[in-house]
Structure formats: C-alpha cells, structure tokens
C-alpha cells in the first residue's frame, strides 16, 4: 500500500511570508503527527492531531498551526517565516493503537531566505 | 516524559552483528520502547518495538533488560546500507494510543566495509 506522502519535497520562502505544507497519511491511519529537524535541534515533535482534533502539541510558538481533514490528510502551517524556520518537516501516521508503528513520510525541506 | 541515552556513535564491521545499546531508566510501565534509523535527510525508517518481551523481525532484533531500564537492538549481519543514525524513543502514552515521539540524538552507526 502507499506510504505517507508529503508534498511539496522541496520549497523556498522569504522571510515574511508564509507556507502550507501537506501530508497524506497511509490509508486507514487516523493519527498524524508533525516534526521539525534541524541541525542544531534535532527531530523535534511539533503536533499530532486524531480524528481532526489536536491532541498534542510541542513546544513552538503560534506561529506554528496545524489541521486534519475527514479524510486525515493533515496540513501544517508557518506564518511570518524567520530564518530560523528553515528545516526538514516530517510528517508520521499511524493506527489508533499503543502496540503499533509509526510511520514517516519523506519530508519537506523548507528554505527561508 | 521518559528520556532515552545512547552513545553518539558506534563502529561495526560489515558481516558482523551490530548491538546499540540504549538507556531508558525512567521508563512507565505501559511505555514501548522503539527503534527508528535514519538515513541522510531521509524520513526516519522504522525498525522494531517492543514492551517487555524480546522481539525479533526481519531487520532487527530487540533485547529489553527485565527491569526494562535499558535495551539493546541487535542488526545480525551489518551491511554498509546500515550505516544512519539509530534512535531508541519511549513512545509516550496518556491512558491511550499517540503519535507522539520523543526524539533523542541517536547514535550513528558507521558500518565499515
């Protein structure tokens, strides 16, 4: 079956400005969670969301945002975009399940200049 | 929430077994260990899980201490397509399944021809 797919693979902004960034999680997969990494910081958990409701959310600021849809494809958003923005986002799915795997889409490197 | 050890990196000759070790002493009772890698700017990969018992797949195998305050993931064969970054998370959990991962910095296994 299709893995968790992420679009777009690649993108560059301006500072300033902001970006929607999708995922659309393996079918059947209700829970989608959403990570930054970056050099300095590493993977860092931003926010997971089930059945369309955030049920998680790290520690970033409001500038970050998230939803899900009925269908649990999920988007992530950043506005007013800082340089320090600039990293690879993940996106994970997985089963409602404790004893079950999740798991990770390609990315979307985002460049802010 | 439960924070993992491991050793920033490790060597490993191609053929051999590779052990990566992992500390996760404040570990709950109902928390599963998890082993994800990473290769290059690829989306993390995973690997195996387990709670208490010892698991064994087709890529890995996974040995969790009986206090369960540590473990050990097991690659039998070592190749040079096993060269990433290993991470060892204790998947979270609030009374029912989550998504969300705790990222530590993960050793990087270097597989040596």
């Known amino acids: 079956k299709a893995g968790v797919t992420q679009t777009p693979r690649y993108l560059i902004k301006t500072r300033g400005q902001q970006v929607t960034l999708s995922c659309s999680p393996i079918?059947?997969?209700?829970?989608v969670s959403w990570y930054q990494q970056t050099p300095g910081q590493g993977l860092q958990f931003l926010f997971e969301?089930?059945?369309?409701?955030?049920?998680n959310k790290g520690n970033f600021p409001g500038r970050f945002s998230g939803r899900q849809f009925s269908n649990s494809r999920s988007e992530m958003n950043v506005s007013t975009l800082e340089l320090g923005d600039s990293a690879l986002y993940l996106c994970?799915?997985?089963?409602?399940?404790?004893?079950?795997?999740?798991?990770f889409g390609q990315g979307t490197r985002l460049t802010v200049v | 929430d439960a924070k993992t050890t491991q050793p920033p990196s490790m060597d490993c000759a191609e053929g051999r077994a590779a052990n990566l070790p992992c500390n996760h002493s404040?570990?709950?009772?109902?928390?599963?260990v998890y082993w994800y890698r990473q290769i290059h700017s690829q989306g993390p990969q995973y690997i195996i899980h387990?709670?208490?018992n010892n698991e064994t797949n087709e890529m890995a195998s996974l040995i969790i201490t009986e206090d369960r305050k540590s473990s050990t993931l097991i690659l039998p064969h070592a190749t040079l397509r096993d060269t990433a970054v290993y991470y060892c998370?204790?998947?979270?959990?609030?009374?029912?399944?989550?998504?969300?991962?705790?990222f530590g910095t993960g050793t990087l296994l270097a597989v040596q021809p």
């Open positions: 079918s059947g997969h209700r829970s």
């Open positions: 969301y089930f059945s369309e409701t955030q049920r």
């Open positions: 387990g709670l208490k």
């Open positions: 404040t570990i709950s009772g109902n928390e599963y």
């Open positions: 998370i204790v998947r979270v959990s609030y009374g029912g399944a989550t998504n969300k991962l705790i």
């Open positions: 994970a799915s997985s089963l409602a399940s404790e004893n079950t795997e999740a798991f």
